[in-house]
């Protein structure tokens, strides 16, 4: 996962597995699936997996690393119908057009979803980052429209406007380790305010402010380890009712 360093999503998968009681023969339709991580361990429990991906290099990935899946370029708004047991959107629903339409389409497909996202920012530590670089950056404009599917009561509103009722809201911590300095930094060039701020300042100083900000977060043998806070949305078609 593209998000953190390798490794962070397995105690996001592990929840959401555990969540919506994915095992031995289970279906899932995992949307947006990305290189396929969370699929490959929920086929590791024995669930039969299907994943789609808007990108092909993604879902070629994904056949690769679980060669008993089935796996698709296709779009979340409209999914294949199942049905299946378990539909899954992990880390998805900000990147898409209309999360209400995938959210209905979802719980169409299936009888369990579910959904994770990031926490607020003030949750997740990677929040130094965008701290440590706004001395360097243009000032922040105010965000415009509704708050951000990171807000629980904003997520809350878009499941119940899909016509799907919360079953449950599990928070989940993720480390996200750094083995040393140049893991902690070398990502952050190829994000929009790493590459903003390297252009306005020059990569030293973005190195320098990175490195000034997190140095509470640096054990004694040069590793850097910041936690960050998700959410698993469990939901579910109202009884006897398929979603709209
Ligand atoms: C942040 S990644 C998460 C990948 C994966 N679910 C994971 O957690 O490792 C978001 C993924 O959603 C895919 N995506 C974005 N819009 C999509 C859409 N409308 N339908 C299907 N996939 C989409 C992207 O190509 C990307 O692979």
Redo the contacts with the bound molecule.
């Keep these: 996962?593209?998000?953190g360093p390798a490794g962070w999503?397995t105690p996001l998968y592990d929840a959401v597995l555990d969540a919506a009681g994915v095992g031995a023969g289970t279906t899932v339709l995992?949307?947006?699936?990305?290189?396929g991580?969370?699929a490959r361990r929920a086929a590791g429990l024995g669930a039969a997996v299907t994943g789609?991906?808007?990108?092909p290099g993604?879902v070629a990935v994904a056949a690769a690393a679980v060669p008993e899946g089935a796996f698709a370029v296709?779009?979340?708004?409209d999914p294949p119908h199942g049905p299946f047991d378990v539909v899954v959107a992990?880390?998805?629903l900000p990147?898409?057009?209309n999360p209400v339409v995938?959210l209905q389409a979802a719980g169409a497909a299936g009888a369990t979803v579910a959904i994770?996202v990031w926490g607020a920012e003030q949750e997740c530590d990677v929040r130094a980052f965008g701290e440590a670089l706004a001395p360097l950056l243009p000032p922040r404009r105010a965000p415009e429209g509704p708050p951000p599917l990171t807000d629980p009561d904003r997520l809350r509103q878009v499941v119940g406007l899909a016509g799907l009722e919360v079953v449950g809201v599990t928070e989940v911590i993720c480390p996200f380790d750094y083995p040393d300095e140049d893991e902690l930094i070398g990502p952050l060039f190829g994000t929009a305010i790493g590459r903003t701020a390297a252009r306005a300042a020059g990569p030293a100083a973005v190195r320098a402010a990175v490195l000034d900000r997190l140095a509470g977060r640096r054990t004694p043998g040069g590793a850097y380890r910041l936690e960050n806070l998700f959410r698993v949305l469990i939901a579910r078609p109202p009884a006897g009712q398929p979603a709209p």
Excluded at 52 to 55: A, L, N, Q, R, T
Excluded at 74 to 77: I, K, L, N, Q
């Design positions: 996962m593209s998000e999503g995992d949307l947006g699936c990305g290189p991580e969370f789609i991906d808007v990108d993604a296709g779009d979340a708004h992990m880390q998805l990147h898409v057009r995938v994770t």
